[in-house]
């Protein structure tokens, strides 16, 4: 599959980093004619017009600071790697959430988006109930993506070189919004295919109105939820309303894609995807495709 790059997320504002872009974009989400977007090294979420290249706009989803230092901000960052829009109508609600792989990642926050003008209303939660719950099932918690199937939320735990299997997780999402105790139950294992010797793993999730699943993966060769690794290749995965791999299309050029997000097309679905190049001084980009069928 053949992406294309459509543009740099250049923000507004410079971020804690110094820097007036987005340099890690993780998980994202279109509503209307807007792009939504966190990062997993920022503390915001980015607003950006798909019908044109302005600059993002950012909300603060958290009150800390992040430090400037690359490897203090990476100890101390929420990690949002998750959004997920719970409604698609004016005054969309976002849900982001944490990767839990640490303490200071088990954050999220629910974001009341308005259609125009107003400021957007940021309600933090906290995932620590959620995070106890998937704990017993995972080997190593690493969330990565979701996605709303009626009253259930599916969570996409991200595997590694050790321990390469990726789960899916169900958990009933109105706990989710409530911080409240969270029952988690294992839904499947997937065994993705490897690329160059090195096995995708699931970095964002995003659900057909047919009730199938895409989802983006990459193989990174690294060993834990916390370390970053060099990059093999990467690919959009294509699972079936029972959560069976039915087709893998791997992706040129083979970029750490973090996000996804897909809405009909012509002759098929046109697929959005956010990268994530492991450097805080490269900007993170938007790139498509198109998924014929």
């Known amino acids: 599959m053949q ?22 974009a993780s998980g994202m989400a279109v509503v ?11 503390s ?23 430090p400037r230092d690359p490897a203090a901000r990476k100890r101390v960052k929420p990690d949002f790697e998750v959004l997920v829009a719970l409604e698609q109508t004016p005054g969309t609600r976002l849900l982001a959430l944490g990767s839990g792989s640490t ?3 088990m954050r999220g926050a629910i974001i009341e988006l308005p259609t125009s003008g107003e400021v957007p209303g940021v309600h933090p939660l906290d995932l620590r109930p959620l995070f106890a719950a998937i704990d017993p099932l995972v080997r190593q918690v690493n969330i990565e993506g979701a996605v709303i199937a009626g009253s259930e939320l599916l969570l996409f735990n991200r595997g590694n070189m050790r321990a390469p299997a990726s789960q899916v997780i169900s958990v009933p999402l109105a706990d989710v ?12 294992e997937l065994s993705l295919p490897s690329l160059a010797g090195v ?15 895409l989802l983006s993966a990459v193989a990174e060769a690294t060993s834990d939820s ?25 992706l040129q050029p083979p970029l750490k894609v ?12 046109r697929l959005l995807c956010v990268t994530d190049a492991d450097d805080p001084d490269r900007v993170a980009e938007l790139y498509e495709a198109t998924l014929r069928q």
């Open 3 to 24: 992406l294309s790059r459509v543009r740099d997320l250049v923000t507004e504002a410079p971020l804690p980093s110094g820097h007036a872009f987005l340099s890690a």
């Open 32 to 42: 209307g004619t807007r792009l939504c977007v966190v990062a997993d090294d920022a």
């Open 258 to 269: 973090e996000g996804i997000a897909a809405y009909p097309a012509p002759g098929g679905l």
């Open 177 to 188: 919004l409530s911080s409240g105790q969270v029952s988690a139950a294992l839904r499947a």
């Open 103 to 105: 303490p200071q990642r």
């Open 199 to 213: 096995p995708l793993t699931v970095t964002d999730a995003f659900r057909l109105d047919s009730g199938q699943i």
């Open 226 to 250: 916390y370390a970053d690794g060099a990059l093999a290749g990467a690919a959009i995965v294509e699972l079936d309303v029972e959560l069976e791999v039915l087709r893998t299309h791997v």
């Open 44 to 66: 915001c979420l980015a607003v950006f017009a798909l019908d044109n290249d302005a600059p993002g706009t950012l909300v603060p989803l958290i009150p800390d600071e992040l």
